[in-house]
């Protein structure tokens, strides 16, 4: 009677836990895709939607415009790919979920759950708040400073490629409340630590909304005060949870 080896064994179970993986990636590629073919059918109306916080603000007579060929497809298109994505977070986060569960303990389920849901809310709450604070006092100050010989005409993709990263920088700032949740519930810091590095943390707030937002100073206060915000919610929480007590 054959016996399986040692390194056969322990070969198994990777493999097993690699075409998990890969079976999960699968679907939630398919579930992109599947969001991807309802919103393409809609995507010019939805690039309009999308515009419109520039558009309302625009010199009258002018218009945005497309200074390449295929820009009036690919702009369209690539956005109703970004919001498919966007639209199949809780979905991938399910199937991440599902993959890393099995390995966590009892009480870090437990934790985990709310964990994950608040991260979508938040990253949605990001790009709302983008969409309907930010992007008019911004567009609001453009449309207004520019020289009086200048005429406004925004190409389409510049545009599109301005408001993604917009969205992104302001959905993953939306998640430092989750960020400052796990820095204390690891043991990595805690209350009382991140309370005395708060002046560090303000700079650093403004640091990363240089970086990650247009060289303006408005975007970049916009991102960085509710970074700041957001921090002192982290803590909060922190202070409110018996876990995140007992632990720090």
Not at 118 to 143: D, E, M, N, Q, R
Not at 198 to 210: A, K, N
Request: proline share 7%.
């Amino acid at each position: 009677m054959k016996t399986e080896t040692p390194t056969v064994q322990s070969e198994q179970p990777l493999i097993q836990h690699l075409l998990e993986l890969r079976t999960r990636v699968l679907k939630s590629m398919v579930v992109t895709l599947l969001f991807f073919a309802v919103l393409f059918y809609f995507s010019n109306d939805i690039y309009e939607l999308v515009s419109e916080p520039l558009r309302l603000l625009m010199p009258e007579g002018t218009s945005m415009i497309a200074t390449d060929v295929a820009s009036p497809f690919f702009a369209p298109f690539k956005l109703s790919l970004v919001l498919s994505l966007f639209l199949a977070i809780p979905f991938i986060l399910h199937q991440v979920w599902g993959f890393i569960a099995p390995g966590l303990y009892k009480n870090e389920k437990h934790l985990a759950i709310p964990l994950l849901i608040t991260s979508v809310i938040l990253f949605y709450a990001g790009v709302t708040f983008a969409y309907f604070v930010v992007f008019p006092l911004i567009f609001g100050f453009f449309t207004t400073t520019g020289p009086e010989t200048v005429t406004m005409m925004t190409d389409i993709s510049s545009y599109l490629n301005f408001i993604l990263k917009l969205f992104f920088a302001f959905g993953l700032a939306f998640e430092i409340p989750v960020a400052t949740l796990l820095l204390i519930w690891s043991g990595i810091s805690t209350v009382e630590s991140l309370s005395r590095k708060r002046p560090y943390i303000v700079v650093g707030c403004f640091v990363i909304g240089m970086l990650l937002t247009p060289p303006d100073v408005i975007s970049q206060s916009l991102l960085a005060g509710p970074m700041w915000l957001l921090f002192e919610l982290g803590l909060l929480f922190a202070r409110m949870t018996p876990f995140m007590k007992k632990s720090s």
